[in-house]
């Protein structure tokens, strides 16, 4: 069983930053990505930021330049360090991870289960 935990959400005032973490467990044998999606009331889900196996990693527009994606392999872990947070960035915000369970096996899609994000004063 694979299991994807986030955290680090909660209320915080225009301006401010967020630190979101995000860890994987179970029995994995490796991850291709690992990225983060948001969702806010009315909306679709969007991509927010990715980060690869290989470190490469890319950003929606509205977050480029205020937001950090980074990522510890050896923890089967993802962080998400957002600035200047606007109240447009009110939203649930996901992990996602993209894994395999084993060498020869097929890649898996597995989702956490979300971690609220409320930026207002």
């Known amino acids: 069983q694979v299991q994807v935990v986030e955290s680090g959400g909660g209320l915080v005032e225009p301006g401010g930053s967020l630190r979101l973490s995000c860890a994987a467990s179970?029995?994995?044998?490796?991850?291709?990505?690992m990225d983060w999606y948001r969702q806010a009331p009315g909306k679709e889900r969007e991509l927010v930021a990715r980060i690869r196996d290989t470190g490469t990693t890319d950003y929606t527009d509205s977050v480029k330049g205020r937001s950090t994606i980074s990522r510890d392999s050896a923890k089967n872990a993802v962080y998400l360090e957002m600035n200047s947070l606007k109240p447009e960035d009110t939203a649930v915000y996901y992990c996602h991870a993209h894994l395999k369970l084993r060498s020869d096996g097929p890649t898996f899609s597995y989702w956490g289960q979300g971690t609220q994000v409320t930026v207002s004063s």
């Open positions: 179970g029995n994995i044998f490796s991850i291709n990505l």
